[in-house]
C-alpha cells in the first residue's frame, strides 16, 4: 500500500466522524476571528442560545476596518467602528484565548499574529472566515479558509463538515536566484497552473527550493495557495519550522516541546506517497514576476511586455485579456518595466513581516521615492512586526526615502479602511488579490514583490530589480 | 432555513467567466454586521453607474442599462447561468446571502470556487456542475428564447429544458438530504456531541500543547 501525504496524515488525525459517502466531521483544534465574517456567526449562537464549544481555540483581533494613522483619534467611519466594538463585544460575551483589540501593541493581521504568538502550530487544524487562512499551511497545519455558516458551526461545536481534498505536490527543485522571493515563486506558480488549477486540491508546496525559503517565505508562498484555486497550501515542518515557534507566546514548552517537536517530525508525506497530481518548477528559471491584469494568474516575468489579445486563439481567454487591459488601461505591446505607478502598498498578509520589511527597505536605503509617485505606503503586519522593524531602523529608511510609515493592519491590500487607490490610479501592491476594484473603486493593481514594490517607488515604474537595484549596485 | 424541492423558473445569463465574491457582492457591503438585505446591491459595480455604499435607496440610483439583470427579460429570475470559476476569490457569504437575497435559488455553470461552492447550500442555495457543452447549449437557447425558463429537480437530480432535454447532476446525498430538509446543520452536528467530546479528551491526551493554554 502506497504510503501517506502530509494532507493524509493531517486529515487523518482530525477525523470526529466520517459518514458512507466521505463526509466527515474535522476536529478544529485553532479558530481566527476578525470583525469582518463573524458577527453574522454570533448574531446566529445568540439566536439559537448557544455557547462557544471551546473558547480557548478562538484567537481574534480586528484589522481589515482598523485605519493605520491617527489612532488617538479612533475609528471614524461609523460603519467600520460598529463591526469592531460588535467584535469586542462578541469576544467578551463568548471568550478567546487571545485577543488583541484595536490599539493593543500586538494587534494585526490575523494571519500575521497567529503564527507570531505561537498559536498557530505544526499538525493543528486552522480555520477562519477568511480565505488567506491557507497562509498557516506554512507550519505543517491544516487551514483553510470558511464561510461565516461554518464560524457558526465551528463556535457550536468544534468541528466542519468536510470532504477530503485531492492532493497535489508543487515541487521546486534546485536554487532561487539572488532577488527572487516566495512571491515571485508563488505568482510564477499561479501563472503556470492558473487560479483554478488547484481547485478541489489541497497543495502541498516541496522541493528543495522550499525547504530553502524562511518560514516567513513560505507563508508568503502558502497565503497564495488560494489564488491559485486550492484551499489550503502546506509545507512539512523542518527544523526552521521548531525554530521559528521556540518560545513564542502560545507555544509548547518544556516536556512539551521536545514531545511537541518529535511529533512534528512524522509530520511529512512519506517516500512512496501518491499524489494526485504533481506539478514541477526549476527554481532557477523563476524571474520577478508582475501582474498585468485583473486576475493573479495575468502574470509574467518582468522582462515581458503587456500580451496581445489577437494572439490568444481561446475566445473566452482573448475576451478575459481585453476586459483585462481596458480596464488596467494598458496596450498590448507595452514593456512591463516601463509602466509608470501613482502608488505603492508594501504590507498585508503576504507580505507584511520582518523579512519582507527588509528586502523593501534594502532597495529604499539611501534611495528617494519618485516625484510621480504620489504615496509609498508601507504597513506592517503586527504592532510585533513593527517594533521589529523600528528596532533594525527599518522606519527610518523608509521615512527618508519619502514612504510612510504606518500602524499595522490589512490596509490597502482591500481598502476597507481609509487608505485606498482613485479611480484608475495604479498601484504596485503586494498585496495578493487585483481584482477590479480590489484597492478602490476604479483602482489599477500590480502585484510584486516587496523588492520590486520598492523598486517601483525609487524608480517611479516597473524595474527588473536584478538590474536596477541587485545587491551590487548597492552603494 | 428553508426547504429545497423544484424550482421551474426564469434563467438569467451572466456571460463571463471567473466571477469573483468581490463583483457579486464589493466589499464596502461587508461592513454589515446583519445577513440579510444584501440583495439590492448583488453585483453592485456591474449593476448601477454610480459608487454603491451601503445602507443607499437603491430604487432611484442610475443603472448600467446593459447589464443582465438590468433588462427586464430576466426580472424576477430564479436561476443565474454562469461561466467557469463561478465565486472565485475571497470567501465572504455575503455572495451567497446578496444571490439568495435577490431572489436566486439555483446556479448553473461549468465549475465553481471551491468555497462558495459550499456557501451556497448553507443559504439554501443549490450550485449545479454541468459540462461545459451542456451550459454552452444553455446559454444560446437562453438567448435566443425570450422567457427561457428551466426545470430543476432536487429529488430526482435533473435540469430540464423546455423542449424536454434533461441533464443530470451530481450532490452528495448529505447535501441533498440538508437541503430538501431544510436542516439546520449545526442541529445535526450535536447529535453527535458525545462523539467529539470522546474525541476531543483522545486528542488532548496524544497533543496536550493544544490545549495547554486551559492548564
Ligand atoms: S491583508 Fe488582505 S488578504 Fe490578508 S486578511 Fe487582510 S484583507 Fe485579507
Known amino acids: 500500500m502506497a504510503g501517506k501525504t502530509l494532507y493524509d496524515k493531517l486529515w487523518e488525525s482530525h477525523v470526529v466522524r466520517e459518514e458512507s459517502d466521505g463526509t466527515c466531521l474535522l476536529y478544529i483544534d485553532r479558530h481566527l476571528m476578525h470583525e469582518v465574517t463573524s458577527a453574522q456567526a454570533f448574531e446566529g449562537m445568540r439566536l439559537a442560545s448557544r455557547r462557544a464549544w471551546r473558547a480557548t481555540s478562538i484567537v481574534a483581533n480586528p484589522d481589515h476596518n482598523t485605519p493605520t494613522d491617527h489612532w488617538d483619534e479612533g475609528i471614524k467611519d461609523p460603519v467600520s467602528r460598529l463591526q469592531v466594538e460588535t467584535l469586542d463585544a462578541n469576544i467578551k460575551d463568548f471568550g478567546a484565548l487571545v485577543y488583541f483589540p484595536f490599539k493593543h501593541a500586538n494587534q494585526g493581521i490575523i494571519h500575521v499574529i497567529g503564527p507570531e504568538n505561537g498559536t498557530t502550530l505544526p499538525g493543528m487544524t486552522v480555520v477562519c472566515g477568511d480565505s488567506h487562512t491557507s497562509t498557516h499551511g506554512a507550519f505543517g497545519a491544516l487551514a483553510h479558509g470558511i464561510g461565516t455558516s461554518e464560524v457558526e458551526h465551528v463556535l457550536a461545536t468544534q468541528t466542519l463538515v468536510a470532504k477530503r481534498s485531492k492532493r497535489m505536490l508543487v515541487r521546486v527543485e534546485g536554487q532561487l536566484g539572488q532577488e527572487i522571493t516566495a512571491k515571485d515563486v508563488a505568482l510564477a506558480i499561479i501563472g503556470k497552473i492558473g487560479t483554478a488549477g488547484g481547485t478541489g486540491y489541497a497543495i502541498e508546496f516541496g522541493g528543495s527550493a522550499i525547504r530553502g525559503l524562511s518560514l516567513e517565505g513560505r507563508m508568503t508562498l502558502c497565503n497564495m495557495a488560494i489564488e491559485a484555486g486550492a484551499r489550503a497550501g502546506l509545507v512539512a515542518p523542518d527544523e526552521k519550522t521548531a525554530e521559528y515557534l521556540r518560545g513564542r507566546l502560545y507555544a509548547p514548552k518544556g516536556a512539551d516541546w521536545d514531545k511537541a517537536v518529535a511529533y512534528w517530525n512524522t509530520l511529512k508525506s512519506d517516500h512512496d506517497a501518491e499524489f494526485d497530481a504533481v506539478v514541477e518548477f526549476d527554481a532557477a528559471r523563476i524571474e520577478p514576476q508582475v501582474t498585468w491584469g485583473t486576475s493573479p494568474e495575468q502574470v509574467l516575468p518582468i522582462g515581458a511586455r503587456v500580451p496581445d489579445p489577437a494572439k490568444e486563439a481561446d475566445p473566452q481567454k482573448r475576451s478575459g485579456i481585453e476586459r483585462a487591459l481596458q480596464y488596467m488601461g494598458l496596450a498590448a505591446g507595452t514593456p512591463l518595466s516601463g509602466i509608470k505607478v501613482d502608488k505603492v502598498f508594501i504590507g498585508s498578509c503576504t507580505n507584511s513581516r520582518i523579512e519582507d520589511l527588509r528586502a523593501a527597505a534594502a532597495v529604499a536605503r539611501g534611495r528617494k521615492k519618485a516625484a510621480g509617485v504620489k504615496l509609498a505606503l508601507v504597513v506592517p503586519g503586527s504592532g510585533i512586526v513593527k517594533r521589529q522593524a523600528e528596532a533594525e531602523g527599518l522606519d527610518k529608511i523608509f521615512i527618508a526615502a519619502g514612504f510612510e510609515w504606518r500602524e499595522p493592519g490589512c490596509s490597502m491590500c482591500l481598502a476597507m479602511n481609509a487608505d485606498r487607490l482613485e479611480p484608475g490610479e495604479r498601484c504596485a501592491s503586494t498585496s495578493n488579490r487585483n481584482f477590479e476594484g480590489r484597492q478602490g473603486a476604479g483602482g489599477r493593481t500590480h502585484l510584486v514583490s516587496p523588492a520590486m514594490a520598492a523598486a517601483a517607488a525609487v524608480a517611479g515604474h516597473f524595474v527588473d530589480i536584478r538590474n536596477s537595484f541587485g545587491q551590487e549596485s548597492q552603494a | ?215
Request: include cysteine.
Open chain 2, 1 to 215: 432555513m428553508k426547504a429545497f424541492t423544484q424550482v421551474k423558473g426564469l434563467v438569467c445569463p451572466l456571460d463571463r467567466a471567473n466571477v469573483d465574491t468581490d463583483a457579486i457582492i464589493p466589499k464596502q457591503f461587508l461592513k454589515s454586521i446583519k445577513r440579510s438585505g444584501f440583495g439590492p446591491y448583488l453585483f453592485d459595480e456591474l449593476r448601477y453607474a454610480d459608487p454603491g455604499e451601503p445602507g443607499m435607496d437603491c430604487t432611484s440610483r442610475p443603472l448600467r442599462k446593459d447589464f443582465v439583470l438590468n433588462q427586464a427579460r430576466y426580472k424576477g429570475a430564479q436561476i443565474l447561468l454562469a461561466r467557469d470559476n463561478f465565486g472565485c476569490g475571497s470567501s465572504r457569504e455575503h455572495a451567497p446571502w446578496a444571490i439568495e437575497d435577490y431572489g436566486f435559488t439555483v446556479i448553473i455553470a461549468p465549475s465553481f470556487a471551491d468555497i462558495f461552492f459550499g456557501n451556497c447550500y448553507k443559504n439554501g442555495i443549490l450550485p449545479i456542475v454541468l459540462p461545459s457543452a451542456a451550459v454552452a447549449e444553455l446559454f444560446a437557447e437562453c438567448a435566443a428564447n425570450e422567457g427561457y425558463r428551466l426545470d430543476v429537480d432536487l429529488e430526482s437530480q435533473k435540469v430540464i429544458t423546455p423542449s424536454g432535454k434533461s441533464f443530470g447532476f451530481d450532490v452528495t446525498p448529505h447535501r441533498k438530504h440538508c437541503l430538501l430538509n431544510g436542516l439546520d446543520e449545526i442541529g445535526l452536528t450535536l447529535q453527535h456531541a458525545g462523539e467529539i467530546k470522546a474525541f476531543e479528551a483522545r486528542h488532548r491526551a496524544a497533543q496536550p500543547w493544544l490545549f495547554a493554554e486551559e492548564a
